[in-house]
């Protein structure tokens, strides 16, 4: 069964230190993986797709099948940045339904 | 710029209640979901619909009906509320195709008593 694994429910950093949001997939297929973030009294929204190999907000996220891992990455972490993040993956078995992980709060401390 | 609006916000209801969450969608897309939020277990999928007329179940469907009234709106009945149906929920539109990104909405928070 497709299943998305964030390890961390809490993850707490300093502001300027450097943030990685852990994600893994379990999926035989080619994935297509999604990261959705909710700030503070905010709706969910998209961050970024791997497809789009883009860089928003300076988060980044690279696809590694060998690992099957998303990981999110940003260099130096800001105090906007604490939000609940979400890895998702889209089967494509699935259609366009979404398969998301568990979630990880991310604190930002200054 | 509504994007995808639920109603309501928040809501109380006595175990054995019903209730129906409202969602609408001012962005033509043809594909839309209903999911509950629960801490620690993510967003699971209750019912969707690939396009106007059509249904299907999801992860977690028990205890919930849905309706695909047009191309715009998608509502979510609890014929029979129950405590465990506490729980944040959200409804998302997107095109067809695989991979396109959710638009969401902001949420119904529901307590069953």
């Known amino acids: 069964a497709q299943r998305v694994t964030q390890p961390e429910k809490l993850l707490s950093v300093f502001k300027g230190a450097p943030v990685e949001l852990k994600c893994n997939y379990s999926?035989?297929?080619?994935?297509?993986l999604f990261w959705y973030v909710q700030y503070s009294r905010q709706r969910l929204q998209l961050l970024l797709r791997?497809?789009s190999r883009e860089s928003i907000k300076g988060f980044t996220a690279d696809l590694n099948k060998g690992e099957t891992s998303f990981h999110l990455k940003k260099p130096f972490a800001q105090e906007e940045d604490s939000a609940m993040y979400y890895c998702?993956?889209?089967?494509?078995?699935?259609?366009?339904?979404?398969?998301f992980g568990a979630g990880t709060i991310l604190r930002v401390k200054s | 710029n509504a994007g995808v609006t639920q109603t309501p916000k928040f809501q109380v209801l006595k175990t054995g209640q019903s209730m129906t969450l409202q969602c609408a969608q001012d962005?033509?897309?043809?594909?839309m979901y209903w999911y509950r939020q629960d801490p620690g277990m993510g967003l699971r999928l209750i019912y969707y619909?690939?396009?106007?007329?059509?249904?299907d179940k999801g992860e977690v469907p028990n205890g919930y009906n849905v309706s695909r009234l047009n191309k715009r709106e998608f509502s979510l009945r609890l014929e029979s509320a129950a405590p465990s149906q506490t729980s944040v929920y959200f409804c998302?539109?997107?095109?067809?195709?695989?991979?396109?990104?959710?638009?969401f909405g902001s949420g119904t928070r529901l307590t069953v008593v």
């Open positions: 619909s690939a396009s106007e007329g059509t249904t």
């Open positions: 998702a993956l889209s089967p494509w078995e699935y259609g366009n339904k979404l398969v």
């Open positions: 791997h497809i």
């Open positions: 962005m033509n897309h043809n594909s």
């Open positions: 998302a539109s997107s095109e067809q195709g695989r991979g396109d990104g959710y638009t």
């Open positions: 999926y035989s297929g080619s994935p297509e």
